[in-house]
């Protein structure tokens, strides 16, 4: 079994900086695309930055310049630098996994619980 726990969101004045840290644990062999994503309320979820094993990036167009996606492969975990913040940057940012089980390879793709993220103006 998988399991991903968020850590890092909060309340925070526009201009300010949060870290969003996502661990992944249980019996994994190895981890591919780590990645952030956010909802708002009465809005669809949607991609905030995202990091292959390769170390390929991509980030939404609304955060760059001022996200940073990072990861830890030795401690399977997965970071989200948000600088700049705005209020617009408030939602239940999660964070997902994928990759393959140990033993049997299953791949697996997995989700965190979500953390809130309120940026106040």
């Known amino acids: 079994q998988v399991e991903l726990v968020e850590s890092g969101g909060g309340l925070v004045q526009a201009g300010g900086s949060l870290r969003l840290s996502c661990a992944v644990s249980?019996?994994?062999?190895?981890?591919?695309?780590m990645g952030w994503y956010r909802q708002a309320p009465g809005k669809q979820r949607e991609l905030v930055a995202s990091?292959?094993?390769?170390?390929?990036?991509n980030y939404a167009d609304s955060v760059k310049g001022r996200f940073t996606i990072s990861r830890d492969n030795a401690k399977n975990t997965v970071y989200l630098q948000m600088n700049s913040l705005k209020p617009e940057d408030t939602a239940v940012y999660l964070c997902?996994?994928?990759?393959?089980?140990?033993?049997?390879?299953?791949?697996?793709?997995?989700w965190g619980q979500g953390t809130q993220v309120t940026v106040s103006s």
């Open positions: 249980g019996s994994i062999f190895s981890v591919n695309t």
């Open positions: 990091m292959t094993g390769g170390g390929n990036t």
């Open positions: 997902n996994v994928d990759g393959r089980v140990a033993f049997s390879l299953r791949r697996f793709a997995s």
